[in-house]
C-alpha cells in the first residue's frame, strides 16, 4: 500500500466521522430523540421527555465534549459505577503509555526508518507515491547502529508500561475496597448460593437445608430461599407483561383510532370488541394462571436441590462460601452469591451433566466459528495485494489501473468487510456463554468477553498476518517451533498498513457510530412515527463490555506491536484513545444503565492482555533483531521479557485473589461497624430474607385499574 491510498481510508473515515459527529450534535437536542442518546437519565427521571421546539436546538455545538473533559473522576465514579470506571481507565492506562510510545516512535524511530537503504532510498519529493513499508523498521538496513535504537525503546516502553500497569492495578485495587466500605449492605455479600442437596425421604429440600446450616453454622446462619422448577410461571409472567404493554400503548390512543378486533377464534369470528377490553381481560386471565400455578409450587414439592442461603454476617457467609460443607465434595457445594438483579435463573436447576455437555459443546462451536471466519479474513487480504486481485478478477484490471478505485479497494475496503463480519461475534458468543451455565448475567458477560477476546487476537490479528504473508510456511511453523519469532518478524511488519487503515474503520469511525447511535435512532424513529409507541421507561441498554473490551485491547496489541516495527500508527491510536476516553464517558452518563456490579472484575482481564501484549512484542524484537543480523541485541531483549512475566507473576500473587473475595479483615471490619447501627442491620435482615426470591415468585402487578394504574392481585408466600 502507498501513502495514497492510507489517505484515502483516512479522507474517507475522517468524512465520515465529522458527519455522524454533526448528526449526534444536531439530533441530541430534539426532544423525540432523549430515548435515543439519555435512556438512562429518562430511566432515573434526569431527563425530559418533551420540550419545545427550538431553533438553537438545530445548531451543533462542542459544549458537552467541554464538560465531559472537565468531569471530576470521583463525580464519574459515583454516577456510572466502579464497572465504568474501569472501562474508562483501559483508555486513561493506554493514552499514557502510548503517548511514551508516540514520542519515542514519532519523533526517533520513524525517521530513522524512512532515511535507511534497505528498501529503497528515501525521496523526500515524491513521499505522497512512497510504499508505506519506507515507514517501517524493515527499511532499515541489516546490521546497523540505528537498530540499537530501536533495542532502547523496547526496554523503555515495556518498563514504562510495567510500571502504569501496576499503578493502575493498585488504584483500582484500593477503589474497589473503597466501594466495598462506602456502599451500605448488599444482600449478596450475605448470601451463598448452595447446590447438590442431598434429597431425604423425611424432610423436603427446604427442612433439609434448615436442618443443615442450623446445625453447622448457629451463630451465623440467618434464612435460606429455595430454588423452584418456576419456568411455567415465568412465561406466563412475560405474557403478561407483553399483554400489559399492549394496554399501555392502546389506551395512549384515541379511542376512535384503535381497531376493534373480534374476540373468536383468531379474531376472524366473533362480535367486535374494543382491544383495550380484549387485552384486558386476556390479562386477567394470564393472571389467574399464574396465581394458580405459583399457588402448586409448594404443594407439588418443585424444589430444586439449590438454594439462597443468607447470614448474619459477611464473615460469616464467606466462610461458608470457601469451606467445604461435607465430606462428599459433591454435596452441599457452596459459592458466593451474585446481586439478585444479577441472576440467571434458567441454568439454577440444570443439572451438573448438563453444564458438562453444554461446555463441551460450546469449545466445538468455537472452534468451528474461528475456522470459519478464516474464510472472509482470507478473503480481506487478498484486497490488500492488487497483483493477486488482478489475476484472481481478470476482468477488473482496467478498473483497478484507477488511482482512486484502488486506493479505495486497497486502503478502505478490507478494513470495512472485516469490521462488518467482526459484529456478529459478540452476540453469538454471549449465547455461547449463556450455555455454559454460568447463574450471573456478570458471568455470561465476563465469559463472553474473554471469548470475544481470544477470537478478536487470533482471527483479526495472527490470522490476517497469517492468511496474508505466510499461509504457506504453517508447516515451517509445526516443525521448527524455534524459528517462530524469526518468521513472525519477517511477515508481520508486512501488515501494518492493514491495521492502520484497520484503526481508521474500526476505530475513528466505530466510536462515531457508537456515539451518533445511527441504527437506535432508526428504530426510534420507525417506533414513534410507524407504531406510535411514545413511552418505554425501560429502554436503557446494558453497556457491551464483551464487545468493547476486547476491541480496546486489540488495539492496545497493535499499538505495542508497532511501536517498534512500524510507529506511523501510533498517531492513529492516540486520537482513538483520547476520543474514546470522552465518547464513552458521555455514553456511560447518558446512554448505558448498569444491571450489575462487579466492582472492577474486568480490570484482570485488561492486565493479562497487556501483558501478553508486552510479551510479544518482545518475541517480536528477539525475531527483528535476528532477521536484521543483530544478535547481540536480540539475546539481550530476553532479560526483558523474563522480568516482564516476573512482573505479571507477582502483580498475579498480590492482587489477583484480592479481585476473587474480600480479605477477611476488609470484612470483620465492616461487619463491626455494623453492630453499632442495630436498627438499621435488624431493617436490612429483615429485607435479606425475600431478596433472592424468584422472580416468577415475586407479586405480579399487571391488572388496570379504571384510571390505568397497575393493581396488584398476586403474591407468593
Excluded at 237 to 258: D, F, S, T
Excluded at 356 to 380: C, D, G, Q, R
Excluded at 454 to 469: E, H
Amino acid at each position: 500500500m502507498i501513502v495514497t491510498a492510507l489517505l484515502t481510508s483516512a479522507g474517507i473515515n475522517i468524512g465520515l466521522c465529522v458527519l455522524l459527529l454533526l448528526l449526534y450534535s444536531v439530533m441530541r437536542k430534539q426532544p423525540g430523540n432523549v430515548y435515543v442518546y439519555a435512556p438512562r437519565m429518562v430511566a432515573e427521571e434526569k431527563a425530559k421527555r418533551d420540550g419545545p421546539f427550538s431553533i438553537q436546538n438545530l445548531v451543533p455545538s462542542p459544549g458537552w465534549i467541554v464538560r465531559l473533559w472537565q468531569l471530576p473522576e470521583d463525580e464519574f465514579l459515583s454516577a456510572a459505577g466502579l464497572d465504568a470506571f474501569v472501562f474508562i481507565r483501559i483508555f486513561i492506562f493506554s493514552v499514557r503509555i502510548f503517548s511514551i510510545a508516540g514520542i519515542i516512535g514519532v519523533f526517533v524511530l520513524l525517521p530513522l526508518n524512512f532515511t535507511g537503504d534497505q528498501l529503497r532510498t528515501a525521496d523526500w519529493a515524491d513521499i505522497p507515491n512512497q510504499s508505506l513499508d519506507m515507514f517501517t523498521i524493515a527499511n532499515v538496513q541489516d546490521s546497523s547502529k540505528r537498530l540499537w535504537v530501536h533495542f532502547c525503546a523496547v526496554y523503555v516502553i515495556s518498563g514504562a508500561a510495567c510500571c502504569l500497569l501496576y499503578l493502575e492495578y493498585k488504584g483500582i485495587a484500593e477503589k474497589r475496597f473503597s466501594y466495598f466500605n462506602s456502599s451500605p449492605p448488599q444482600p449478596n455479600h450475605f448470601t451463598i448460593l448452595v447446590r447438590g442437596i442431598p434429597k431425604s425421604d423425611q424432610h423436603s429440600m427446604s427442612e433439609t437445608v434448615e436442618e443443615f446450616f442450623t446445625l453447622y453454622h448457629p451463630s451465623t446462619y440467618l434464612s435460606h430461599q429455595m430454588v423452584y422448577h418456576s419456568s411455567r410461571v415465568q412465561s406466563l409472567v412475560n405474557e403478561a407483561e407483553k399483554l400489559y404493554k399492549k394496554i399501555l400503548h392502546l389506551r395512549n390512543k384515541p379511542r376512535l383510532q384503535r381497531e376493534s378486533h373480534r374476540e373468536g377464534f383468531l379474531g376472524l369470528f366473533g362480535a367486535k370488541v374494543d382491544p383495550v377490553d380484549l387485552y384486558t381481560k386476556k390479562l386477567e386471565d394470564v393472571e389467574e394462571n399464574v396465581k394458580l400455578e405459583q399457588s402448586t409450587l409448594n404443594q407439588n414439592q418443585k424444589e430444586l436441590s439449590a438454594a439462597f442461603v443468607s447470614f448474619r454476617s459477611r464473615y460469616g457467609a464467606a466462610t461458608a462460601s470457601r469451606v467445604v460443607q461435607s465430606s462428599n465434595p459433591l454435596l452441599w457445594v457452596t459459592e458466593p452469591a451474585p446481586e439478585p438483579r444479577d441472576i440467571y435463573w434458567p441454568f439454577l436447576s440444570a443439572p451438573y451433566i448438563q453444564l458438562w455437555i453444554s461446555k463441551f459443546v460450546v469449545v466445538v462451536a468455537v472452534f468451528f466459528l474461528t475456522i470459519l471466519f478464516l474464510v472472509p479474513v482470507t478473503f480481506v487480504q487478498g484486497l490488500t495485494q492488487l497483483t493477486e486481485l488482478e489475476a484472481f478478477l481478470p476482468f477488473l484490471k482496467k478498473v483497478l489501473k484507477i488511482t482512486i478505485v484502488s486506493d479505495i479497494i486497497t486502503g478502505y475496503v478490507p478494513s470495512l468487510i472485516l469490521q462488518m463480519f467482526q459484529y456478529i461475534v459478540p452476540p453469538i458468543m454471549m449465547l455461547f456463554a449463556a450455555m455454559r451455565g454460568y447463574i450471573s448475567n456478570s458471568g455470561k458477560m465476563k465469559s463472553a468477553c474473554i471469548m470475544v477476546l481470544y477470537f478478536t487476537i487470533w482471527n483479526v490479528f495472527f490470522a490476517t498476518v497469517l492468511s496474508g504473508s505466510v499461509i504457506s510456511q504453517i508447516n515451517t511453523f509445526i516443525s521448527n517451533p524455534k524459528d517462530i519469532p524469526r518468521q513472525l518478524a519477517v511477515v508481520v511488519p508486512g501488515q501494518a498498513t492493514f491495521f492502520i487503515t484497520y484503526v481508521l474503520t474500526s476505530g475513528w469511525t466505530g466510536l462515531s457510530l457508537e456515539i451518533a447511535r445511527v441504527f437506535p435512532l432508526i428504530g426510534n424513529f420507525l417506533i414513534r412515527h410507524c407504531c406510535k409507541v411514545t413511552d418505554d421507561a425501560d429502554c436503557a441498554p446494558l453497556f457491551p463490555y464483551h464487545r468493547d473490551i476486547p476491541k480496546v485491547l486489540l488495539f492496545g496489541l497493535l499499538g505495542f506491536t508497532y511501536s517498534l516495527l512500524a510507529p506511523l500508527i501510533m498517531p492513529f491510536l492516540l486520537v482513538y484513545f483520547f476520543v474514546g476516553y470522552i465518547f464513552y464517558r458521555n455514553q456511560m452518563l447518558k446512554v448505558y444503565s448498569p444491571r450489575f456490579e462487579t466492582a472492577g472484575k474486568f480490570w484482570p482481564i485488561v492486565h493479562n492482555c497487556t501483558i501478553f501484549s508486552l510479551v510479544f512484542m518482545q518475541i517480536m524484537a528477539i525475531g527483528i533483531f535476528g532477521v536484521k543480523k543483530l544478535p547481540f541485541a536480540s539475546g539481550w531483549v530476553i532479560p526483558m521479557t523474563v522480568i516482564t512475566l516476573l512482573f505479571n507473576d507477582y502483580c498475579r500473587k498480590r492482587f489477583l485473589p484480592i479481585f476473587d473475595k474480600y480479605p477477611a479483615e476488609i470484612l470483620i471490619k465492616r461487619d463491626r461497624e455494623d453492630e453499632r447501627n442495630p436498627q438499621m442491620m435488624a431493617s436490612f435482615l429483615d429485607s435479606l430474607v425475600n431478596a433472592y426470591r424468584d422472580p416468577a415468585l415475586q407479586p405480579v402487578q399487571y391488572s388496570l385499574d379504571e384510571s390505568g394504574n397497575r393493581t396488584s392481585l398476586l403474591s407468593f408466600s
